[in-house]
């Protein structure tokens, strides 16, 4: 008998991908389809909803061809957080939607301090005020394109934007919500008093579902369009990192193992029973989408550092011949260190104007003590992260995703750096493989979507005591530098 199939729908920032997945929680299929990143000015980012609409469109009826008599049982939401998605009565976008990277809310951060101080804002929702999150951008758009504003009625983030696409019904959930600086941790919901203290109308914001809950059912026209099921249960889904999160398995069940993430970004995901924040709001708290909560420690520019060296010094180099030249580099490179801040930083800073910065360079220093400096001072930063994270959660195993976790080396400098084991799996399957076990867990065929997540390990790292020291040092030098 043929397995019952879900498909996880990931609105990421270059593209969407669906995945097919069986019960088993095995990948059967998977289709992609990419749109176009508007940057209309320097430190602006913008996509515009209907590209979305149509890139998901096109994957959808891509993924049906490939599995035309599979039973579909269900749809899972994911996707980038913090973007603004404003709609008028009709539902129709007023502008293009701000991005999660987006950083033009500056003025806006202040007008959020100045009315709701910085303590009680982190205790109500797990953060500071911070540029990229969907509030400010609220309004900056206010302040900024009043007549825009004028004509909303709707402020959704963009997964619950195709969701409300899919099904006609608008909807969030806490995963995702909780990146939006106005959801209350403890209450879970949208926190009113944030709203109204700041003049903002709590009915702009949709209902919050839980991550698992059926939020509608597919359309009849986009039904035939696509080629899916008529009434196909759409499930709310979870932010990306959250998503992510439930296809490694990570889950409030085991405190003990979390992941880091080498991606453009770096990211530490700690999972957490209670919403108990960083109390100076250093490291970001969020619901997941297993219905505890976890923690995250964010590098801006991690292997998306190497990218840009890569990119603007060795474009011609092969990044194999880079990292065999950072292997003969010793621990600290030569006494060189890199902060790498090259779009503002997240954990500890929270400041988007920080730029990165190489100290020690002399005649004496090559290329692979450049790039072995590179991969050291986005461990460094990670490390920082951590240290953070520490006293909240008790973390003994980090699961390793993303680009820069391919490279042994760069996975060595991490495990002796963060001073725990790192497990590579096979195969990283990404937000979208959460997003489906979550449309399983929706429809009843599983209590909980981590349980069906399938986490092979491929390699394991180790910290080596034999140089214990030396990446201690080498630590104490990173933070001793401004």
């Known amino acids: 008998m043929a397995k019952k199939l879900a498909l996880g729908l990931d609105l990421g920032t270059s593209g969407v991908d669906v995945l097919a997945v069986d019960e088993d929680g095995l990948v059967i299929a998977e289709s992609h389809a990419s749109y176009p990143l508007l940057t209309p000015q320097p430190g602006w980012t913008e996509q ?35 973007g603004m998605v404003a709609l008028d009565a009709q539902g129709e976008a007023v502008r293009p939607a701000l991005l999660w990277n987006d950083q033009r809310t500056g003025d806006y951060i202040a007008e959020i301090e100045a009315a709701i101080p910085r303590k009680d804002l ?20 206010r302040g900024e394109e009043p007549e825009n504003f004028a004509r909303t009625r709707h402020i959704l983030l963009p997964k619950d934007f195709i969701g409300y696409k899919l099904t006609g019904n608008m909807a969030a959930e806490p995963a995702d919500a909780s990146g939006s600086n106005c959801y209350n941790l403890l209450k879970r919901d949208w926190d009113h008093d944030i709203l109204t203290t700041l003049k903002l109308n709590p009915n702009l914001y949709p209902q919050v579902a839980r991550s698992h809950d059926v939020v509608g059912r597919l359309k009849p026209d986009i039904a035939q369009e696509t080629g899916l099921p008529s009434d196909l249960p759409i499930i709310a889904g979870a932010g990306d990192n959250a998503a992510a999160g439930i296809g490694l398995g990570l889950s409030s069940a085991n405190l003990q193992r979390g992941s880091v993430s080498l991606g453009t970004s770096g990211v530490i995901f700690a999972p957490l029973k209670e919403p108990t924040p960083d109390p100076e709001g250093r490291v970001h708290l969020f619901a997941h989408g297993d219905g505890g909560f976890n923690l995250l420690a964010v590098t801006l520019s991690a292997a998306g550092s190497l990218q840009w060296f890569h990119d603007t010094l060795s474009p011609d180099t092969p990044f194999e011949l880079l990292n065999q030249e950072a292997s003969q580099s010793p ?6 260190c ?41 461990a460094c930063s990670l490390r920082e992260g951590l240290d953070l994270i520490k006293p909240l959660n008790p973390l003994t195993e980090l699961l390793t995703t993303g680009g820069g976790s391919k490279s042994p080396l760069w996975m060595d400098i991490m495990t002796n750096t963060l001073a725990l084991p790192l497990h590579s799996p096979k195969a990283e399957l990404g937000a979208a493989y959460g997003a489906a076990l979550l ?25 080596n005591q034999g140089f214990q020291a030396d990446y201690e040092n080498l630590y104490k030098r990173y933070q001793a530098l401004i």
Do not use: C
């Open 48 to 82: 515009r909803s209907e590209d979305w609409w149509q890139g998901v469109l096109k994957a959808l009826k891509t993924l049906r061809e490939k599995l035309p008599e599979a039973e579909i049982i269900a749809l899972g939401l994911t996707g980038q957080m913090h």
């Open 122 to 141: 982190i205790q109500r929702t797990g953060n500071p005020a911070i540029t990229g999150f969907q509030l400010a951008k609220v309004l900056w758009l």
């Open 331 to 336: 621990v600290g490179s030569r006494g060189l």
């Open 338 to 378: 890199f902060k790498p801040y090259l779009a503002g930083e997240r954990t500890p800073h929270m400041n988007p104007h920080l730029r990165g910065s190489w100290h020690g360079l002399s005649l004496a220093a090559n290329r692979g003590d450049i790039v072995r400096s590179i991969m050291e001072g986005v």
């Open 439 to 463: 449309a399983f867990q929706g429809v009843g065929l599983t209590e909980e979507a981590v349980k069906l997540a399938k986490v092979d390990i491929a390699r394991r790292y180790e910290p």
